[in-house]
């Protein structure tokens, strides 16, 4: 194995075109990740464009944020007066849904009650 000598500014030259290579290689496969994207899938949906689609956070927000469910509970039970009976409600939403408090469950418990609390109150106030 033989060894070749070289100058700094041979090494410098040397050492800049490997960098070149390495930059036009990385472009390259972002390209070709990018084009991934863009090209039809045969039917498919496209998880990347879903993954980015307003409608992808709307329903993450709508279905799967705790917080916000909690706090829409919180203020329903603040509306009808509720709050003795809040256990009864958890309870209930816990017996629906296997024994866990799932936000579906919540959101689903509290429309369900507010439309019957709402009939009730326009019933009440009609007499």
Do not use: C, P, W
């Not at 990740?33 to 464009?49: A, C, E, Q, T, Y």
């Not at 879903?50 to 603040?78: N, P």
């Amino acid at each position: 194995m033989e060894f070749t000598r070289m100058n700094v500014g041979q090494m410098r030259r040397q050492a800049m075109e490997r960098t070149q290579v390495k930059e036009q290689q990385s472009k390259d496969y972002q390209n070709q990740i990018d084009n991934m994207s863009k090209h039809n899938v045969g039917g498919l949906f496209d998880l990347r464009s879903i993954k980015k689609a307003q409608s992808t956070k709307d329903i993450q927000e709508r279905f799967y944020d705790q917080d916000r469910v909690i706090e829409k509970f919180e203020s329903f039970l603040g509306h009808h007066g509720l709050y003795k009976v809040r256990n009864i409600i958890e309870d209930k939403i816990k017996k629906t849904n296997g024994g866990d408090l799932t936000v579906y469950g919540m959101e689903d418990e509290i429309k369900y009650l507010d439309d019957v609390l709402t009939e009730k109150e326009n019933h009440l106030s009609k007499n």
